[in-house]
């Protein structure tokens, strides 16, 4: 089991950086992280994602070159950096763990808030 605990949401001016973390329970260097949204009356959208040991990412095209995800793993965190932020990235970010064998994320975070004001 994999506790996630996320922070750093809040309230930011377009065009303005936030900082996400995700701190998980233990170790969990051997399990794929990725960050989710999901805005009012919309489905749960994939943000990003990083392989264990951080060495492949991947963005949906909406965030591509504004968002950074990264991990540490000696801190069992891992990171999403936003900047250039918009009024249509206002969601509710999760943080979420996936073992490297595993086809599904299994573990997730309870949420942190982010709204963008135009």
């Known amino acids: 089991q994999v506790q996630l605990v996320e922070s750093g949401g809040g309230l930011v001016e377009s065009g303005g950086p936030l900082r996400l973390s995700c701190q998980a329970s233990?170790?969990?260097?051997?399990?794929?992280m990725g960050w989710f949204r999901q805005a009012p009356g919309k489905e749960r959208e994939i943000v990003a994602t990083?392989?264990?040991?951080?060495?492949?990412?991947s963005y949906a095209d909406s965030v591509k070159g504004r968002f950074t995800i990264s991990r540490d793993d000696a801190k069992n965190t891992v990171y999403l950096q936003m900047i250039s932020l918009k009024p249509e990235d206002t969601a509710v970010y999760y943080c979420?763990?996936?073992?490297?064998?595993?086809?599904?994320?299994?573990?997730w975070g309870q949420g942190t808030q982010v709204t963008v004001s135009s």
């Open positions: 233990r170790t969990f260097s051997t399990y794929i």
């Open positions: 979420a763990a996936r073992a490297h064998w595993a086809a599904k994320y299994d573990y």
């Open positions: 990083i392989s264990c040991g951080g060495g492949t990412t």
